[in-house]
């Protein structure tokens, strides 16, 4: 059953003027998330997170009574779709309907009818195509008046570009059972994946991987990772055995008791606007 596991709403009683806050929602698999951003003061004002989700057409329902953003639906609105299909491509070889293709081929025909979507990446001179369930865009695309999807790789990309000069960089966005992946090289996208992880030891094990594949010493790579995920959890201390760059991407907490890690992706990217 859906349900509402994390909330920090404003007050029911404030007045939020259309130009001056805008949404930013994460969608897939299981969870959603909300987010309202204050453009002006460039601070979060409220976040909601439903876990859950079985199906999205009645689920929706059950959510929209117990949430407070998800009314706000004249604010523009940015979604990024939590999905495993996607795939990066250089921007002179990207054809929509060879993309589809591609996508079946790389990881089978898809279980119910997909939304394509195509993401353009002019720093990397790449298209990042990607693919999601039509019922879940649908519903997005009807209930907000102003809304653009994109992929979550697409956010760890641009993430990743902002975050400093390092050679040797990568993103990591973490939550129980699942990690987004970035890595990069002097400007240059290596890798950007979705990885399941079932153990602790599952993230460090492909990361480790991960940078042996490309050569990459574990000293020389400074990994900045984010999530809803408490400080002392195994999953994000296993890496600190391994790598002596990885820590938490800090950012202003919405609130004192809020860790200011849980959230910095959206902050940081809702600021580079």
Known sequence: MVSLIFQKSPAKNEVFEANSRKLLVEAGGTQLSVLLWNCDAKRIDGI??????????????????????????????????????????????????????????????????????????????????????????????????????????????????????EVNKGMILISESMAWVCLGRSGQLLCVKNVQVQHP??????????????????????WNVSGMLDKDSPLLQSPYRFFENYSLWEGESYSHDIPGHFFSHYAHYLSLK
């Open 201 to 222: 030891e599952d993230l460090s094990y492909f990361l480790l991987n991960l940078t042996n594949q490309w050569g990459i010493e574990s000293s020389r790579i400074h």
């Open 48 to 165: 909601e997170v439903f876990n859950g989700v079985t199906d999205w057409d009645s689920d929706f329902s059950v959510m929209l009574q117990q949430s407070q953003l998800l009314q706000l639906r004249e604010l523009e609105t940015e979604v990024f779709v939590n999905s495993e299909r996607f795939l990066p491509l250089p921007a002179f070889l990207y054809e929509k309907e060879a993309a589809k293709d591609q996508l079946s081929t790389l990881f089978s025909d898809p279980p119910d009818i997909q939304f394509t979507g195509a993401d353009v990446l002019p720093q990397e001179e790449m298209i990042l195509c990607w693919e999601a369930p039509q019922n879940l865009i649908q519903l997005l695309q009807e209930h907000f008046l102003v809304v653009r999807c994109k992929s979550m790789a697409t956010l760890l990309i641009q993430l990743m570009n902002a975050i400093g000069p």
